[in-house]
């Protein structure tokens, strides 16, 4: 393999750790939606993840997948865990800015990513690697107002 693979020096529970902080990092502080008219001056949520769930009242529109990837960087065996941190960064805003796009393509309001696959791509003629990601969720609106 070309290095992107995260090392086995570390225990796994500390970067499996790492990697959940900051991906709630992310949906905490990259995407809120900032356009909404009607609750002008708040932002509020739009990508929950796993277990953060979206609002109660919100109604499913339908399920997507997404797929991402990071920018390729040299498949070394030096400094892969650094590479590793900053392809998986590279790839979650990604996703962030992808799942943004398409919730405001689909017409919804919230997405609800619920299963995620990520794996290392290599080219080993370029001696590049990076990380593509694939990540499914269902896409909710807010509850139309009744009459």
Avoid at 30 to 49: L, R
Avoid at 60 to 87: F, K, M, Q, Y
Wanted: hydrophobic share 30%.
């Amino acid at each position: 393999m070309l290095g992107l693979e995260p090392s086995d020096s570390r225990p796994g529970q500390q970067r499996n750790c790492r990697w959940r902080w900051a991906k709630q990092q992310l949906a905490r502080h990259c995407f809120m939606d900032k356009t909404n008219k009607a609750d002008e001056g708040k932002h509020s949520q739009i990508v929950y993840w796993h277990r953060d769930l979206p609002p109660l009242d919100a109604e499913v529109v339908a399920e997507h997948t997404v797929e991402a990837t990071s920018s390729r960087v040299p498949g070394t065996i030096s400094h892969r865990d650094e590479l590793w941190d900053r392809c998986y960064q590279e790839l979650m805003s990604s996703v962030h800015a992808r799942l943004a796009q398409e919730i405001a393509r689909l017409g919804g309001h919230y997405a609800h990513v619920h299963d995620e696959s990520i794996d290392t791509r290599h080219d080993d003629a370029a001696g590049q690697a990076w990380l593509h990601g694939s990540f499914s969720y269902v896409l909710y609106r807010r509850p139309t107002p009744s009459a």
